[in-house]
């Protein structure tokens, strides 16, 4: 069985930082396929935070880039997300996804996997 289990999230005042963890479990893991993270605000949109691929190749949304890094520990089968400079906008709810694909898709529907997600809450 499948499992995508975030942690790490909360709530933080602006110009913070935040680390959210995923902890994966029942397939290949997080080196074997592609990860990502995304987001989403009640009545928008699901957006694309970051991901990375079978060979580490990395990409960002450009609301977050400079700022957020994404990264993985093979060991561990964690995939974990390092949130700097954070700004209200950046609240949402955060999901960890698996593609079970070694490139990262286009389309977030193709992601075969997902977290319950964790609530992140910047505050001004």
């Known amino acids: 069985q499948v499992q995508l289990v975030e942690s790490g999230g909360g709530s933080v005042r602006a110009g913070g930082s935040l680390t959210l963890s995923c902890a994966a479990s029942g397939f290949g893991g997080v080196d074997t396929t592609c990860m990502a993270w995304f987001r989403q605000v009640p009545g928008k949109e699901r957006e694309g935070v970051a991901s990375m691929d079978a060979l580490d190749a990395t990409k960002y949304g450009d609301s977050v880039k400079g700022r957020f890094a994404i990264s993985k520990d093979k060991a561990k089968n964690n995939l974990y997300l390092q949130m700097n400079a954070l700004n209200p906008e950046d609240t949402a709810m955060y999901y960890c996804?698996?593609?079970?694909?070694?490139?990262?898709?286009?389309?977030?529907?193709?992601?075969?996997?997902w977290g319950q997600g964790i609530q992140v809450t910047v505050s001004s």
């Open positions: 996804a698996a593609a079970v694909t070694i490139w990262c898709p286009e389309s977030e529907v193709s992601y075969k996997y």
